[in-house]
Each structure stands twice: as structure tokens, then as C-alpha cells.
């Protein structure tokens, strides 16, 4: 795949992921043009305003709940990466017809958009939450997913592959508990939820390289899931702050105790390489299982969770993990 050939729009590309995400491309990929789509006027300029005004970034304002906006956005566009979302799971749950109208419907007329303007791939974001999701906004990012991997049965004649990336807690990104964390701790008391919680995580630069690898890769129909390792929440606390005082204060409403990013009965379809797991449709006429040849299967009852990850975080690896964002808060550059 030859990047610099490609036009990429970015939705929700004045976020934490999509920041990142357009600041590697034009650093390193070098695409013919980025376009940055969202909805924050005010984000956009002051991104504009920090840095990021190459020449072959443009900035369209837009929602994705705005099918024909994204259709004239998307005029010309070789690569979709779709980030926009509502992805804080007390908003979802107090505004449920919001999450909905963004993250499936929004979706739904991403896949639209990209049918009607012969978009070549389509790499859709979602979430650990979307695993036997206990919240709206896990569910609703389930349906995107599955929304997302199934209109691949659309494209008919047409170029357009849809595929999905899923991925754990993001450090440092907006609503992540690390940054919280490295505030409470001026104070000497960290507020946790239950010392037993375990998370998947992954950097923000490892999550974008994930990404971008993954759309290299794409045939259309998977769900790429990487490798990652998990701590538990009081392990992480006590790394930031070791003689903060810890706060206990109970799983809030639509939490999970432990996240799994595959379940045992999606694990059937899955193939295993050394970085990453590749999830195929069990079902789809236009998918052709080719992963089966790259990839090794799963063992049976197979199901990766948090709590029983090979991979867990010591105090010394969590604090290289944190390290970067408490220079950049520090700095004041914190998205």
C-alpha cells in the first residue's frame, strides 16, 4: 500500500486518538492528504493554530450524523478512519438517544458515505466495552462493530472493505484514569473503585500504529485485536503514588470488574499471530478466511481477559508507561 498515494479522512480527528493519528501520518506516512472531520469549530482552529496547517491538511466541519456532509467530504477519499464517537459511559448512560444517533447511527451513515463516494477502506474503532457489553456505550459500539464488518456485504462490485480495530484503555486519553490519578496524588488520596479491578492497556502511539498497520493489512470483514498487557487498578495507583492514601469507592454503574477483548465463542473464528488476534465473521459469502493460512487457531473455551492476561504490568513497567503523560501534564500539553 503505497501511503503517499492515499487521501485519509479522520472522523473525530480533533480528538485524542485522531490527533495523534493525522500527526503521524503527515510526519511519517505522508499520505497526499489528510482531512480532519468533526464538529468542534473551536477545536479545530486552535489544532490549526498548534501546529497542524501542512499543505495537504484540510479541515471540514461536520457530524457524523450528517450523512450528506460526510458524503461531500469523503469526494475523493481512499481511507476512512473512523474515531468519532461518544465514548464516555456516564453520558451514554444519561443520554442514551445521543449515544445511539452518534456511535450507531453515526456509523451507519459512515458506511453509507463510503459506499457512495467508492472509499477503498474503511477501518472502524472500537472498544473492549463492546465484549458482552454491561453499558450503553459498549453496546453501542458493539453494534457499530458489527454494523461496520457486515456492509462489507454492500460493496458488491464496489472497492470499499469495512474492517474494525478493538483495544483496551488508552493511556492518557481524554476521561483515562492515569492523568486523574497523577492530580490526586498532589493531594495524597487516589480514589479506586475496586482493588481487584484489572484493564487492558496500550500508549496512544501504540494504538495509532496499530491502526494504520492494520488498515495495510485489511481484506475487509476482521476485527484486529492486539496483544496487551492488563494491571490492576490498585497496581496502578500504587505505582503512580506509592504513599498515597487509596480511596475505595465501589464500581460505578456500567463498569465491568474485569474486560475481555474476545470471548470465548468469537474466539472460534479467531486466528492468533505473534503481535496480535485477527477475529473473521463466522458468517459473510464475501469473506474468504484467507487469515486461517497467516494465522494459527485458537484453543478451545479460549477467551482474553483481563484478569487472566499472561501479560501483566510490575510497578516499574507501569511507571515507564506513565511516565509520558506525566511530562506532558506536567507541560501542559495533555489533549
Known amino acids: 500500500m503505497d501511503w503517499k498515494k492515499q487521501v485519509v479522512l479522520v472522523t473525530g ?17 505522508k499520505p497526499a492528504k489528510v482531512i480532519v472531520f468533526s464538529r468542534d ?46 465514548k464516555q459511559v456516564p453520558a451514554c448512560e444519561y443520554n442514551p438517544m445521543e449515544a445511539i444517533k452518534t456511535n450507531i447511527l453515526g456509523s451507519a451513515n459512515v458506511v453509507e458515505a463510503a ?15 463492546a465484549v458482552s ?11 457499530a462493530e458489527k454494523l461496520t464488518v457486515q456492509s462489507n456485504a454492500y460493496s458488491g462490485e464496489r472497492p470499499t472493505r469495512f474492517s474494525c480495530v478493538r483495544y483496551g484503555n488508552v493511556v492518557g486519553s481524554r476521561g483515562s484514569v492515569v492523568p ?26 501504540q494504538g495509532v500504529r496499530f491502526v494504520l498497520g ?22 496502578l495507583a ?12 465501589g464500581i460505578r454503574p456500567g463498569e465491568k470488574l474485569h474486560e475481555v477483548l474476545i470471548s470465548e465463542d468469537e474466539a472460534r473464528t479467531a486466528v492468533e499471530l505473534d503481535d496480535m488476534f485477527v477475529l473473521q465473521p463466522a458468517m459473510g459469502p464475501w469473506f474468504v478466511h484467507s487469515w486461517d493460512k ?40 495533555l489533549a
Open 214 to 235: 492494520c488498515i495495510e493489512q485489511m481484506q475487509g470483514g476482521e476485527v484486529f485485536v492486539p496483544k496487551l498487557p492488563s494491571t490492576t487498578i490498585k497496581d
Open 41 to 86: 469549530e473551536l477545536k479545530q482552529h486552535e489544532m490549526r493554530t498548534g501546529g497542524f496547517d501542512q499543505p495537504n491538511l484540510r479541515y471540514f466541519i461536520g457530524d457524523v450524523r450528517d450523512q450528506d456532509r460526510l458524503e461531500r467530504a469523503m469526494d475523493g477519499v481512499t481511507v476512512v478512519i473512523h474515531a468519532a464517537a461518544l
Open 115 to 129: 459506499l457512495a463516494a467508492g472509499v477503498h477502506k474503511v477501518l472502524a474503532l472500537s472498544t473492549d466495552k
Open 294 to 333: 497467516k494465522g494459527k487457531p485458537l484453543p478451545e473455551g479460549f477467551h482474553y481477559a483481563s484478569n487472566e492476561n499472561e501479560q501483566m504490568l510490575n510497578t516499574q513497567q507501569i511507571q515507564e508507561m506513565v511516565a509520558p503523560i506525566e511530562a506532558e501534564l506536567q507541560a501542559g500539553k
Open 133 to 143: 457489553p454491561v453499558n450503553l456505550y459498549g453496546a453501542t459500539k458493539l453494534a
Open 13 to 29: 480527528g480533533t480528538g485524542s486518538f485522531g490527533k495523534a493519528c493525522i500527526r503521524m501520518l503527515l510526519d511519517e506516512y
Open 180 to 205: 486523574l490519578f497523577l492530580q490526586q496524588r498532589e493531594a495524597g488520596k487516589l480514589s479506586i473503585t475496586d482493588e481487584r479491578m484489572t484493564r487492558f492497556w496500550l500508549s496512544l502511539e
Open 238 to 249: 500504587e505505582a503512580i503514588a506509592p504513599d498515597a492514601e487509596l480511596d475505595v469507592v
